[in-house]
């Protein structure tokens, strides 16, 4: 203890006291680098932060080591400061190379911009997301089909970029799909990573289309090592699903004005009790939430009595 008391006191009592202040202030080229320090010290994150904080970072050390070789002539002043500048000039080429690196082409920045940007995601995850695919947009002509009922296997997930999709079971029409929408989400949802399956709906082109395709098993594997672009994934896919059901229910009417709302389920059956008890759930697999509620279309019959 004694030693350890000696050392502190030798720290603080051992040292000259300010007894006077330097009368005359510092020159401009430290009050230059004290100001890029507190700018630089308010950059973000992300790429353009980094480049932001090590771009002023690095000019205010450099003002700190010319003030240091000019002013205070003191070479170990100079030598820090111009380490540091060069750490900062090494980082800042670094990162330079890094954000122009992270370029892709006018369809993916778009669909960045308008689907991931806005979720927060960066450009690095993002580009493990573009990797996966390929970095390839597919065409589908118009009247040519994305999948047929019963005969096309599960084997991709998709994302449409442009023009409409057009899906249908047996010949009747469900629904659409749009820009930024999956194309096979609820067959996708519907199977575990070891299971396989057909589409149980046609998926047909009403105008040339542009879309995005990753593969099933090689998207699994980018799941496997990226536990977040799993949950975001599992986040879009699952609001892309709520969306196609409340596609189906808007088609549906109880009748009377009365329209069909998949949350209340019991609902109609007691403002209508005449009316026969409506279980579209019976009918909705869980593989398809896109197919029609059997059963419901009988419903509006009860409208004539």
């Known amino acids: 203890m ?3 008391a000696s050392f502190w006191e030798s720290l603080i009592y051992a040292h000259p006291t300010c007894t006077t202040w330097k009368q005359e202030a510092e020159g401009s080229i430290y009050h230059l680098a004290s100001i ?3 700018v630089g010290f308010m950059g973000g994150s992300g790429f353009f932060g980094l480049l932001y904080v090590f771009s002023l970072l690095g000019l205010g050390f450099l003002c700190s080591s010319v003030w240091a ?8 002043i100079f030598s820090w400061n111009f380490i540091l500048f060069a750490i900062c000039f090494v980082q800042f080429i670094y990162v330079t190379y890094q954000v122009r690196s992270v370029s892709f082409d006018r369809e993916f920045q778009e669909l960045y911009s308008a689907l991931f940007q806005p ?3 960066s450009l690095t995850v993002y580009r493990k997301i573009v990797l996966c695919c390929d970095a390839e947009v597919v065409t589908l002509e118009k009247e040519h ?3 047929m009922q019963g005969k096309t296997p599960i084997d991709k997930l998709s994302l449409l970029v442009s023009g409409r999709i057009r899906v249908t079971v047996d010949g009747e029409f469900l629904h ?5 929408q999956f194309l096979d989400s609820p067959e996708w949802d519907s199977l575990r990573p070891t299971e396989e399956g057909i589409f149980q709906v046609t998926l047909t082109a009403e105008t040339d289309c542009r879309y995005v395709a990753w593969r099933r098993k090689k998207l699994y594997l980018l799941f496997a090592k990226h536990r977040f672009i799993s949950r975001l994934f599992s986040i879009l896919i699952g609001s892309d699903i709520a ?3 409340y596609a189906l229910n808007d088609r549906v009417h109880v009748g009377k004005g009365f329209r069909y709302d998949i949350r209340l389920p019991n609902f109609y059956h007691v403002s209508l009790p005449e009316t ?3 279980q579209p759930s019976h009918h909705l697999q869980r593989g398809s939430p896109r197919r029609k509620p059997a059963g419901v279309t009988n419903c509006s019959s009860f409208s004539t009595q």
Do not use: M, Q, R, S
């Open 243 to 245: 969306e196609k059901l």
């Open 145 to 147: 089909c994305y999948a």
């Open 276 to 278: 026969p008890p409506v």
């Open 69 to 76: 070789w000019l002013d205070v002539c003191a070479a170990d």
């Open 2 to 4: 004694g030693e350890n």
């Open 36 to 38: 890029l320090f507190v």
């Open 119 to 121: 979720l927060g995601i």
């Open 176 to 180: 659409y799909i749009f820009p930024l």
